[in-house]
C-alpha cells in the first residue's frame, strides 16, 4: 500500500521560510512521481511543484517559481519542499502527492494517485 506522510508547515511571516516534507513507501518500483499542492480557502487546488523520482526532472507553478524548490532524496524516499520569501498569498493547507508521471501545468487538475495528510502554511503579514 502506498502512503505518503507529511511534516513540516505551520506559522512564519512574511519573508521567511519553511520546509515540508513527504515521506513515501510502498512502491514497488523507481517510475513515479512526487508533487506538490497547495488550497486556500474559497480557491481551487493549485499544483505547484513536481519531482520525477526516476531522473529528478522538476516543475514549478509560475506563482512559486524562483522562490520554492523540491527536492528528492531517493535513498530516505522523503520529498522536500522548501520554501522561501514566503508571502502571504501562499497561506494554504499543502499536499504532498503521487503518481506514475510527472505534471505540469496542463495535467495537474487529474493528477495524484495518492495523497499526503495535508499541513497548514499560514503566512502573516
Known amino acids: 500500500e502506498v502512503q505518503l506522510v507529511q511534516s513540516g508547515g505551520g506559522l512564519v511571516q512574511a519573508g521567511g521560510s519553511l520546509r515540508l516534507s513527504c515521506t513515501h513507501s510502498?512502491?514497488?518500483?523507481?517510475?513515479?512521481?512526487i508533487g506538490w499542492f497547495r488550497q486556500a480557502p474559497g480557491k481551487e487546488r493549485e499544483g505547484i511543484a513536481c519531482i520525477s523520482r526516476s531522473d529528478g526532472t522538476t516543475y514549478y507553478g509560475d506563482s512559486v517559481k524562483g522562490r520554492f524548490t523540491i527536492v528528492s532524496d531517493n535513498a530516505k524516499n522523503v520529498v522536500y519542499l522548501q520554501m522561501n520569501s514566503l508571502k502571504p498569498e501562499d497561506t494554504a493547507v499543502y499536499y504532498c502527492?503521487?503518481?506514475?508521471?510527472?505534471?505540469?501545468?496542463?495535467?495537474?487538475?487529474?493528477?495524484?494517485?495518492?495523497w499526503g495528510q495535508g499541513t497548514q502554511v499560514t503566512v502573516s503579514s
Open positions: 510502498g512502491y514497488s518500483f523507481d517510475d513515479y512521481a
Open positions: 502527492a503521487s503518481d506514475l508521471i510527472p505534471f505540469d501545468g496542463h495535467n495537474a487538475g487529474a493528477w495524484g494517485e495518492y
